[in-house]
């Protein structure tokens, strides 16, 4: 990693604290000029598709998780060709350091967070807090939108295999330790839908035998930072049951919770071997013959 | 289900207006909508609790609706009340979208609105299907509303 870290004390406990930067080391960065010369981007990642252009971070670009990181056909993300272009197309080169941020504690960042990781872009940052912690703090604001000079983008194959589980992967990862991070209702099964929306649910509720209950949200504090290692560790090493060196997988119903959940379990506790199940619940509560367990109890493998 | 569809003609010029437009200034346009959306009047504001939400939609949307009588059911005027957060402004656009597309109808017009009218914006590839199912959910609620308190029947 190039560009210098964020060398604060509650960053420096997590395993990774080259992953994290914190509002003011941004704030103290684009003062001075950073986004300049192509060596440091910003990029703003959303749950609104629209929330970017009423405000963002001066100098910030916008990546779309659905109208820019999903194949518009399949239910897959772009391939390397797209992904090169949109890249380039944001000001973008291989060698860029990019800190990522977005709205609701960066569901929708830590998700391009993981689609930039699937594609090997190797300096890629979370802003702790993301934008609403930017807002709160009365930090600047612009609309007005950069115009980026062309980066250098090579063509990357992706590489899902480490960071990527599939449906037949998470069968066979079965008796290995799964976390499901949607809520209660949706866990135990008591939720299978939501109310005129048959098309986006799942015809069955439950979860994936084993999976321990941990909802997204309790991996952050109350201004969308991540909790602190110890309360991180109390979290998924007690709670959950983790132990170091586990193989893990994050699972929710699109993935994009799951991705929040992946990044504190990768780099913040450091966990090598951590996969993000994007299919998720939309994916496993409609698929034919899969194990599932109702109610509030994990439940084993194989099914007794 | 109301069999026979017909889209309201204010409804139809706000369909145009994006039609006529390139895919980007349509997400323009909508932001303009969310900027649009009219505050509630004090008696809502000071009494939330007078408003249902839209549980489907992710961010809190909350709506209401006033009738004004008529010589039949089906002809009384609806007034709707709408409210979405400034930080969902494309929930927002949607619900400024049916507002001004839909306020001051009559019971009858607004229950002939096809369901699945969000998609005749143009808005699948710049704001993505999935986040249009907000908007048809917003509608499906009014729908509901305007059928139970006008004794209509049920819809959708």
Known sequence: ?304 | MTTNTTIPAPLGEIIDEFQALEERERLQLLLEFAQSLPELPERYQDHPERLEQVVECQSPVFITIETEPAADAASQVVRLFLTAPKEAPTTRGFASILFEGLDGLSAREILAVPDDIAHELGLDRAVSPLRLRGMTAMLVRIKRKVAGECHLGQTA
């Open chain 1, 1 to 304: 990693m190039s560009y210098p870290l964020d060398t604060n004390e509650k960053f420096a406990a997590y395993a990774h604290p080259e992953r994290l930067v914190s509002t003011e080391w941004l704030a103290a960065q684009l003062a001075d000029g950073a986004l300049e010369g192509g060596k440091l981007a910003v990029v703003e990642s959303d749950e609104d598709v629209l929330l970017y252009e009423t405000g963002h971070i001066p100098g910030a670009v916008k990546i779309d998780w659905h109208t820019d990181l999903n194949d518009e056909v399949a239910r897959d993300y772009v391939d390397g060709p797209a992904f090169a272009k949109l890249l380039a197309s944001k000001g973008i080169s291989r060698d860029t350091t990019v800190v990522i941020y977005g709205d609701k504690s960066n569901w929708w960042a830590a998700y391009a967070l993981w689609v930039f990781t699937l594609f090997g872009h190797e300096d890629v940052r979370l802003l702790d807090g993301g934008r609403d912690k930017w807002i709160a703090e009365g930090r600047e604001l612009t609309t007005d939108v950069p115009t980026p000079i062309e980066g250098d983008y090579p063509v990357v194959e992706r590489n899902d295999a480490p960071i990527r589980a599939f449906k037949d992967d998470v069968l066979a990862h079965l008796g290995k330790p799964l976390i499901d991070v949607r809520s209660a209702d949706e866990y135990t099964g008591k939720r299978t839908h939501m109310p005129a929306y048959p098309e986006e649910g799942a015809l069955r509720g439950g979860h994936i035998p084993t999976a321990a209950s941990i909802p997204w949200a309790r991996a952050a504090a109350e201004d969308g930072t991540y909790k602190s290692r110890e309360e991180l560790e109390n979290l998924y090493l007690g709670e959950a049951g983790l132990n170091a060196g586990d193989e893990v997988v994050a699972y929710c119903r699109i993935g994009e919770r799951s991705s929040h959940t992946w990044f504190a379990l990768k780099y913040l506790l450091g966990f090598d071997n951590v996969r993000n199940y994007d299919g998720s619940w939309t994916e496993w509560g409609n698929a034919v013959r899969v194990p599932i367990v109702k109610g509030e109890e994990r439940g084993t493998w194989p099914l007794s």
